[in-house]
């Protein structure tokens, strides 16, 4: 770029000084002169190569379950509980839901029953199964003693959910959500104490014993945590489906014949 030839006319050295304001010799960039011309050529060393710029590292990726196990794990009692899911940001479900459906019933009933994700009376009232599947709910369990609204924690129910937000347009939760949800409601169980769970559906048997295909296992007593668990219908499944009743009644009554046993 830089030559030695004198311009031989004043077109030509006008020129030049054109090209050398382009490349800003009007601009100091050190405190004194360095005439290029006159260095050493031995002197010339290779560029350095440029350096990389700086790439940050990309983050990791965040593992929502653990961090829901993180904060399920802190919650010290139901409130902390609910206080917990209530700023857990990494679920998309709470982005469309009007609020959290925690809990209905009595904490210290010694039947709990976990269900699957609130629905649009649900989301509206902020209780779990209060919508049709819910006054079914109520009806099975009144026949063997047992109500949310009950005075006693014996003839009590507690009433939670996998999923505390109901998703959109009542689709199934995808297999991600009931996997960042599971810590919550694990530790939803471990504060509340229950003598038996029931459990509605399979999306609470996948998230609580990890088994699908209701129709097979429903009916047989299981174990979590120590606490004996009955894997049943849903009620909207009922609904759907009222031959399948017979077979809920047979387990409600396994039911009924457990509280009375753990009772002597
Ligand atoms: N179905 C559920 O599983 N839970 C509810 O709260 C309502 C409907």
Known sequence: ?????????????????????????????????????ELDKR?????????????????????????????????????????AMESYEHCNLKNSARRLVFSDGRPDARLMIVGEAPGRDEDIQGKPFVGKAGRLLDAMFAAIDLSRN????????????????RPPGNRAPET????????????????????????????ACSAIINSMGITRIRGDWREVQGIPVMPTFHPAYLLRNPLSKRLAWHDLLAVKVKMGESKQ
Not at 45 to 60: D, G, I, Q, T
Not at 180 to 195: D, I, K
Request: net charge negative.
């Open 43 to 83: 002197d010339a060393r290779p560029l350095e190569p440029a350096k990389k710029p700086a790439v940050p590292e990309p983050s990791e990726p965040l593992d929502k379950v653990a961090a829901a196990a993180e904060m399920a794990g802190k919650a010290r009692n139901l409130e902390e509980l609910r206080d």
């Open 150 to 165: 009950s005075d006693t924690a014996e003839n009590g129910l507690y009433i939670t959910n996998v999923i505390p937000w």
């Open 176 to 203: 991600e959500e009931i996997e960042m949800m599971r810590p919550f409601v694990f530790r939803h169980v471990e504060l509340a104490e229950p003598e038996l769970l029931v459990l509605m559906g399979n999306i």
């Open 1 to 37: 770029m830089h030559s030695n030839r004198m311009p031989k006319s004043r077109d030509d050295a006008e020129a030049l000084l054109r090209l050398h304001l382009e490349y800003a010799v009007d601009q100091a960039i050190g405190d004194e002169p360095i005439n290029r011309y």
